[in-house]
């Protein structure tokens, strides 16, 4: 049973455009999701971060917005650009250290 | 300004073989974290640990998966015995605390023939 879900394994957006990635959870006591970005044969890397007590969280281009009673958070990236080409994992972590992460959106930022 | 360190980066074994996999966490930080990721599926937890001491082994498998992370060196992740179902990209992850974030090293894949 998925915890954590992306249900979009894939988006393609034109360079310049908003991006937003969906993200799912089940678990209404889960109190604090991460965003991570990874390229191909590298490690995810740390992009933003939400606690639960925040309905958004803004980082220069990148910005979580979280609605508990839904149980859903996304990822904007305004505006795209071709090297936020990756995929994007949410994850969820319930506690601390045990992070659960979705199966990952596909993102590609189109020239 | 070293991340988390793994080598190997890829790691081809024959079943029954054993795999070895290394990860040097970032510089000052003692908490270490294995994580597994399957074909198109997301990275999922498996054992954390801090210097010489398993912290929480609740998502390794209770047979052939073992893991340590001694006073001196890298953690270890070893797991005995392979079988072509172990195949899976295994990242290490290193923080300051609990409470910090994890920063992922790039990731070992194992291949089992």
């Known amino acids: 049973d998925q915890q954590v879900k992306q249900n979009s394994p894939s988006l393609s957006v034109q360079e310049g455009r908003i991006s937003i990635l969906n993200c799912d959870y089940t678990?209404?006591?889960?109190?604090?999701f991460l965003w991570y970005k990874k390229y191909p044969a590298e490690g995810p890397t740390f992009l933003i971060s939400?606690?639960?007590?925040?309905d958004k969280n803004e980082d220069g281009r990148f910005t979580v917005f979280l609605n508990k009673s839904a149980k859903h958070l996304s990822l904007h990236i305004v505006p795209s650009q071709p090297g936020d080409s990756a995929v994007y994992f949410c994850?969820?972590?319930?506690?601390?250290?045990?992070?659960?992460f979705g199966t990952g959106t596909r993102l590609k930022v189109l020239a | 300004n070293a991340g988390v360190m793994q080598n190997p980066r890829h790691l081809v074994r024959r079943r029954g073989q054993e795999a070895r996999l290394r990860c040097s966490p970032m510089?000052?930080?003692?908490?270490v974290y294995w994580y597994r990721q399957l074909p198109e599926e997301g990275l999922k937890f498996m054992v954390y640990?801090?210097?010489?001491?398993?912290?929480?082994e609740s998502g390794m498998p209770k047979e052939r998966f073992s893991a340590e992370f001694p006073k001196e060196g890298p953690s270890i992740l070893r797991i005995q015995q392979v079988v072509r179902g172990d195949s899976a990209a295994y990242f290490c992850?290193?923080?300051?605390?609990?409470?910090?974030?994890?920063?992922f090293g790039a990731g070992t894949r194992l291949s089992v023939l």
């Open positions: 992850a290193s923080s300051l605390g609990t409470e910090n974030i994890q920063y």
């Open positions: 678990n209404s006591m889960f109190d604090y």
């Open positions: 939400i606690s639960s007590i925040k």
């Open positions: 994850a969820a972590a319930p506690g601390t250290y045990k992070y659960i």
């Open positions: 510089k000052g930080h003692s908490h």
């Open positions: 640990l801090q210097k010489e001491n398993i912290i929480d």
